[in-house]
Structure formats: C-alpha cells, structure tokens
C-alpha cells in the first residue's frame, strides 16, 4: 500500500526554512500565572494565539501572506508588551480543505518567513485538514531586562500612553464591511486591518528607557484595555479625548462618511499598538529613535477604580469596556 507523504513534504519545506535553535536563556528566573498579555515560567514569557479563517482573517480579503503576517504580529505583540524579545515558536496550522495547493504553498512559505525574519527559531508544530483554515501559535520569549512589564504596575500620578496612533484597524475592517470599493481609496486602513505593521520590539525600547510602569497590548480596543489595566493596578485612569492620537487617515475616512472618529479609536480591536503607564516626562519618549511611532500622553492614573474620559465639552463621563468578543 503507498503512503501519501504529502503532509511530511509539506512539513518539511517549512522546516528547512526555519532558523537554527540557538541557545538562549532568560537572564532571570521567574514565575508569572495567568493575567496578563503573557505568562512566565523559570524565565520564559509564553502567549498562544489563535487565528480562525473566517474570524480573524478572510482569504477572499487577505492575500495569504497577509493572514500569516496578522497571525505572528498578534502573538509578537504579545510578547512586545511585556517587555520581551520572541525567540521560539511552536506552530499548529489547520489547512483549509478548500485551499488550492498555491495557497497552501504561500501559507506555509510565509509561515516560514515570517518567523525567521523576526528572528525567531520555529521548533515544532502540527498540521492538519478541516473545514476552515486556522493558525495557532505558541510563542516564547525572554525579557529585554529580565523583569517583566505588567498590568498590575500603575502608580498614582503616572501619565498614561499610547505608542502609535489609534482606529487604523478598525477603520480598516469599517470599509471592508461596508464600502469595499473604496479600499483603494484609504489602503493604509485596508492594509493595516489585514496585516498590521507595528514596532515589534516596542516593549524592549521601553524596558532600555527605564519605564517600570504598567504595560499590555491593545487588541481588544482601547475602552477595554484601559480597564483591564485599571483593573489589575486597583487604580482609577481619566483620559483626556483631545490628546488620543487618532490616526490622521481615520479622521479622512470619518468625515467622508460622516462617522465619530472617537468611536474607532475606542472600540476599534486588533490594534496591537501598545498601552502603558510610566512617571517619566514626556520629553523622554521624544528623543530621537526613542519610539519611532511616537508615544502620546492620553491621561493620568488617578485615585478610585474607574476608568473617565473628559470631552471637548469639559464634561467627564465613564468609558465603558467595548470589547470584541469571539463567543
């Protein structure tokens, strides 16, 4: 009887690709459970992302390249917030039956050369067939300056940032929705809903300018990280609506169509810039290369445990979590 060998040459061809496992170790010891954008054991920061054809990515959207790159960037970010550098992946990829053997050759050639490109040594995985297409990934990382970042590390007084600007994601799935003809239009909103383009190594850069305050990932929407982090650092955090940094291509859209660009910057998900909290001066995050996607100021970490936002009007009113929800 003859043995489909298929899926070994498949395997294969993505393997030899990928880097060689070199010997890296965290600098130090350390335990973290569940709750944040990561967990740690004996030193390793660890986070596993799924992405699921037809929820987090659509090939008749997506070149499969870009689905891939949407895939890694969410688990990179992962590891960016808590102030590490990935080094090890471990991949599952569930081959949709309905993909041509292009796209399966793409798929796993940009699986691939997308970790390798990071840097980061992918040592095992899975592969299988089924109805739609999924990628799952563990990935490992180690701390830029051996201690993590956390949720739980707001102060009383800290400022509390955005690194990058904000709604691109959002805006970019709005159009797809809604107004596909116009992706041509605005392609940086289109583009970066497909496969988002963030400072991978943010987090680190964080850690090497001494910030020690409380940091995590905005993919559920701005609203609802403020109050994860809230939450976790027991503070209260009041936001000041003119100094979110809604991305100018945003604002564009949301006066062509007549929409509250606020509304993106909110509630939009899978963004992937980074949340954080921090005493320093904001001239810090201006210093030449500091953050090449900048830093913005949006508020304070105040006394109380809710999260507040005062409007152009003067008037202060709560934000209320808006998260994206997969069940």
């Known amino acids: 009887m003859s043995v489909d060998l298929g899926e070994f040459k498949f395997i294969e061809s993505v393997l030899k690709k990928s880097l ?5 170790a965290p600098e130090k010891r350390g335990w973290l459970p569940v709750g944040d954008d990561c967990a740690m054991f004996d030193g390793w920061l660890v986070t596993k992302d799924l992405s699921v ?9 997506s070149s499969p390249e870009q689905a891939v790159e949407k895939h890694i960037v969410s688990n990179v970010s992962d590891i960016s917030s808590m102030g590490g550098v990935p080094r090890f992946a471990v991949c599952g990829l569930c081959v949709n039956r309905g993909w041509n053997d292009e796209v399966r050759t793409r798929v796993g050639k940009a699986l691939a050369e997308g970790f390798a490109r990071r840097g980061i040594a992918l040592i095992g995985g899975d592969t299988v067939a089924g109805e739609c297409g999924m990628f799952s990934t563990t990935l490992l990382g180690t701390c830029a300056g051996g ?3 956390v949720r739980s590390g707001a102060k009383l007084g800290d400022g509390v940032y ?3 600007t904000l709604g691109k994601s959002g805006a970019g799935l709005w159009l797809l929705l809604n107004h596909p003809e116009a992706r041509d239009e605005f ?5 970066y809903h497909l496969a988002p383009v963030i400072d991978e190594r943010c987090g680190a850069r964080l850690v090497e300018l001494g910030v020690s305050g409380a940091c995590m990932d905005i993919s559920d929407g701005l609203s609802s990280e403020l109050n994860h982090l809230a939450g976790a650092s027991h503070v209260g955090i009041e936001i000041d609506c003119e100094k979110l ?3 100018p291509e945003v604002l564009r859209m949301a006066e062509r169509y007549g929409l509250d660009p606020l509304d993106f910057a ?3 998900g899978e963004e992937y810039e980074l949340l954080f909290t921090e005493s320093f001066k904001n001239d810090i995050f201006l210093e030449k290369g500091a953050l090449p996607g900048g830093a913005y100021r949006i508020g304070t ?7 507040r936002m005062r409007g152009l009007d003067g008037k202060v009113s709560i934000v209320k979590a808006q998260a994206w929800s997969h069940l």
């Open 20 to 24: 060689p496992m070199g010997e890296i």
């Open 301 to 307: 970490v105040v006394e109380g445990t809710e999260v």
């Open 53 to 61: 054809e037809g929820t987090h990515f659509r090939m008749d959207w």
């Open 187 to 191: 392609p940086t909103l289109v583009n």
């Open 245 to 247: 940094p809604v991305d």
């Open 266 to 268: 909110l509630n939009g």
């Open 147 to 149: 201690k993590p970042l």
């Open 162 to 164: 955005v690194a990058g």
